[in-house]
């Protein structure tokens, strides 16, 4: 028997697993996660709170949505990282980004014991976040968007189609 979930279930324990995550770190990097928490909350009232990726080998990452994946935080040793998902798309006139630098999509901040975020900074780039993210899902001016399910099935049409001509 498949039993559904309820979106509003689903968001009570993610938020629920991220206040127990803060708790169990209960260092500098707990105290970090709360206070860029709380400025992701500030920068959009409407970002959804997920919890991704459990596995045996991980108890699991804080992910903070809005019509996709804005950021991740992640807790190491040393630092706390906040991974973007399109980063690499947002201006960050402040260089908030210091970590994954490299890359042609995410962006990261890592944040070290001691170290100071600029709030206006890093509540305009959770802004940017949230914009581009619902730029991407934006349809395109003039052609109907197409899912993946769809783009394969029309694949399959087409092969079909050239191997009876084929014959």
């Known amino acids: ?30 105290k970090t996660l709360a206070r860029v928490r709380q400025l992701i909350h500030d920068a959009d009232p409407d970002i ?12 699991g990452t804080p992910v903070w949505s809005h019509d996709g994946s804005v950021c991740t935080g992640e807790s190491y040793k040393q630092v706390v990282k906040l991974t973007f998902a399109r980063g690499a798309f947002i201006d960050d006139p402040k260089k908030l980004f210091n970590s994954s630098l490299e890359g042609n999509t995410r962006r990261a901040i890592d944040l070290r014991e001691g170290e100071e975020i600029n709030e206006a900074a890093f509540m305009q780039l959770i802004r940017a976040a949230v914009a ?7 349809p395109v001016s003039g052609k109907k968007r197409v899912s993946a399910k769809q783009r394969v099935s029309a694949r399959k049409r087409v092969s079909a189609k050239k191997r009876a001509t084929r014959k």
């Open 48 to 59: 959804q709170e997920e919890w991704k990726w459990a596995k045996a080998a991980s108890p």
């Open 132 to 138: 581009a993210n619902s730029a991407a899902r934006a």
């Open 1 to 30: 028997m498949k039993t559904t979930s309820h979106p509003h279930s689903e968001a009570k324990a993610a938020s629920a697993s991220i206040t127990n995550r803060i708790e169990e770190l209960g260092d500098w990097r707990g």
